[in-house]
């Protein structure tokens, strides 16, 4: 069969083929390799959706590397997503003195005397290894305003913001040609991105993987639309084939944003041990938990996170919390306690059976989707 064609408006704002996006995103631990590296957005553009860059633990120079590295290897539509947390946007960067990064087991003695003395006592019992592990005092997280503008002036096609409120920098943004997307969990957020000037928002499911609301999917995507309107909706938080594509698209979303079915791509950044984890994992094998962020995120379940409920510690604001999280996840990662790792990941987990290329998956996406609605949806349901 040939190439199917399956487009929405969402193709012509962005000149894409199809209207997959996938997620921009970072990884589940400070140091690792995020988890939408360039090799997965080329490999989603060049397939004809529109990858999107997970650069929130990128500094600010490997971003504009990661950038042009994306522009030398594809000629289409591309994103980059960054997290914009309200506290510290309206902070303003730090100055841009001091070291670009630091040992982050010697940040953690900053950190409350309860929650070091934990890490330390748990590494004592449990006979984990020394870590060497960095923190980039420059991660685009900690400096938002100059992350922002090395999108603008590098003319990103698409700028995604994972966290808070990307309004500050729309009139920027549409004066370089840039559309602007933001990421939402319930209508309030839906509406005040949509009210900012984005061009899109994704309303994103209880049930995605990474950062996660309360409200679950189906009850979510079409509220979210009547929220957002005229400004159209992307569906994230669950899609896994093109079932959930057809579903979203029926419902009335202009396109979906798939974080969990890539990051288990050949081109995905998770390690093998985080890929490993989403292959066995069920459909009730994810937890939503404060542990990794300070925020409520969801991941595949491991013993970790009975070690933190345990603890009984306050969860850290962002991003601090996920320093301590990092060393931990670190060490657990040296010592090969596999059973205490896991990654960021969705509950759509147990649909995902088989590591793949970037491009079968959507390719498979799309021609599933194709075949429900142009086939099997008329086969099936009889309208009068
Ligand atoms: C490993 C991982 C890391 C994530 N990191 C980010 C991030 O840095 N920024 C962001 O906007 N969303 C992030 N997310 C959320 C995704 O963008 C997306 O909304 C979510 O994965 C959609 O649900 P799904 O996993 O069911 O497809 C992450 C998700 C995963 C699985």
Known sequence: MGKRTLRTQLCDMLGIEYPILSAGMGPSLVGEKTGAPVELVVAVSEAGGLGVLGASAYTVDEMLD??????????????????????????????GDGPDEMPLIDLLKTFPKTHYDWVMKTKEEMELPDIDLMIGLKATTLRPHAAVKVCIDEKVPL?????????????DAHAAGIKVLGIAGNTKNVRRIAQSGADLVVAQGHEGGGHTGRVGSLALWPQAIDAASPTPVLAAGGIGDGRGLAAALAIGCTG??????????????????????????TDEDTRR???YTGKTSRATYNQFHDLW???DLEPLPFPIQVMLASVMVEMFTKADKKEFVGPFAGQVVGLIKEIKPAAEILEDMVEEAADILSRKLPERVTVG
């Open 289 to 291: 938990t404060y542990l």
């Open 159 to 171: 700028f995604c913001s994972g966290l808070g409120n990307p309004g500050f920098m729309i009139p």
């Open 256 to 281: 979906v944003w798939v974080g969990t079915r890539f990051l288990a791509s050949n081109e995905g950044g998770a390690l093998d041990i985080q890929k490993d984890a989403i292959l066995k994992a």
């Open 309 to 311: 409920e345990a603890a």
């Open 66 to 95: 990661a950038i042009r590295e994306i522009k030398k290897q594809t000629d289409k539509p591309f994103g980059v997503d960054l997290l914009l947390p309200g506290q510290i946007v309206s902070a303003g960067d730090a100055s």
